[in-house]
């Protein structure tokens, strides 16, 4: 829900309307509108541990995919679930730079002990979890299935972070097929 805050916000694709309120919500939308994060906005700690809650729930399911006897459906929750991990990732390292990365289901305690990762081990974690799903993942599913995630959103989205890498020709094999 706070995603718009950080991103669209910021862009030429929507514009702070209240830029004369001293209501306490439109001046944190201004400070983030004219690029002046702090600390105290709460939409960035949100959008931080919304985040770092949907890793540790996909961190969860691929720590528990030994319950799945059949391969193809344990390939698809493992590609679906690395898809959502590299997504939240790319977003945090695109907002924040180096992050912190965990692969495994830890503690809040934990989760605060860890150091932030180098931009570079951030996106080689995400491209490996997309290159999983795009390998692993079914091209589509049944119409009582849509929604899912496919081969085709993890080649997509591993397209686009190639071409914010300025990996363009990776990026343009993947988009021509």
């Not at 910021?10 to 919500?25: A, C, K, L, P, V």
């Not at 002046?36 to 949907?54: E, F, G, L, T, V």
């Amino acid at each position: 829900a706070t995603e718009w805050m950080l991103t669209e916000l910021r862009s030429d694709n929507s514009m702070q309307q209240t830029t004369g309120s001293s209501n306490e919500f439109n001046l944190n939308l201004n400070d983030l509108d004219m690029f002046r994060p702090h600390a105290s906005i709460p939409a960035i700690y949100d959008y931080w541990y919304a985040s770092y809650q949907n890793i540790s729930s996909a961190n969860a399911v691929l720590a528990n995919l030994n319950v799945v006897a059949d391969e193809n459906l344990r390939n698809q929750y493992e590609g679906e679930a690395r898809f959502i991990r590299a997504y939240h990732y790319f977003n945090l390292v695109r907002l924040f730079g180096p992050v912190f990365i965990t692969t495994e289901v830890i503690s809040p305690i934990e989760a605060r002990m860890k150091d932030r990762s180098p931009v570079s081990d951030v996106y080689e974690l995400i491209m490996n979890d997309l290159e999983f799903g795009a390998d692993k993942l079914p091209a589509t599913y049944h119409a009582t299935q849509l929604g899912r995630v496919t081969s085709w959103a993890a080649k997509t989205m591993l397209a686009k972070v190639y071409m914010t890498l300025n990996q363009l020709e990776l990026a343009k094999n993947l988009l021509l097929d």
